[in-house]
């Protein structure tokens, strides 16, 4: 069973992970490509580019902090059912 600081913990990168995505939204058609590449001027496309290398490595590093809850999660119920 997870104690209080892991629940803490799981909490809290849910609440950062929903907030990185509410924040983020507004973006999506243009990262997603509904803007064309040929409309942007080098600056922006750059500005995208590196405003997209960023996105990824906010989301990596979500997802390695939710690989380690869960990781303390399958722990703790390995450790229930012996």
């Given at each position: 069973?997870?104690d209080?600081e892991?629940?803490?913990q799981?909490?809290?990168a ?5 907030a990185?995505l509410r924040?983020?939204?507004p ?5 997603a ?19 997209l290398r ?5 989301v ?5 902090a ?17």
């Amino acid at each position: 069973m997870l104690d209080e600081e892991e629940w803490a913990q799981v909490m809290a990168a849910r609440s950062a992970s929903s907030a990185a995505l509410r924040a983020r939204e507004p973006d999506r058609p243009s990262e997603a490509g509904a803007i064309g590449t040929t409309t942007l001027t080098e600056a922006e496309l750059r500005d995208a580019i590196a405003g997209l290398r960023t996105l990824e490595r906010e989301v990596s590093d979500q997802r390695r902090a939710l690989f380690g809850v869960i990781d303390r999660i399958d722990v703790s119920l390995a450790a229930q059912l012996r």
